[in-house]
């Protein structure tokens, strides 16, 4: 009896903050027919749901908190990358390996496209 309580408890906590190793698969037939209950299961769950059709995975279904963190930690990866492309560029503008464009872009390009024909 003390193991199973014990059990529950890790069972919950890890339904909070882990996905499950083992992905929960709906079949595209059940998702027709339960639609209803299929969307209750997701609004308290953290777990992606895979839709599968012959067998073959067709795509995924998460609650709408889950695919708030989800578009949350996506900004929050762009954002990185942006500035790491911004430092870069600081970088080498304080080397002196940026260069400065002078004319308009379609000068520009009809200079490159005449060095390449040279």
Known sequence: MLLSCYMKKITKKTKEFTYSLVPELISASDLQRKSGKILRMLKDSTQPYFIVKNNKPTGVIVGIE?????????????????????????????????????????????????????
Do not use: A
């Open 66 to 118: 889950e695919y708030n963190k989800l578009k949350k930690i996506q900004k929050e990866m762009e954002l990185k990358e942006v500035l790491k492309i911004i430092n870069e560029g600081e970088k080498e503008l304080e080397e002196g390996k940026v260069k400065e464009l002078k004319g308009s872009v379609f000068e520009l390009w009809k200079n490159l496209q005449n060095n390449k024909n040279d």
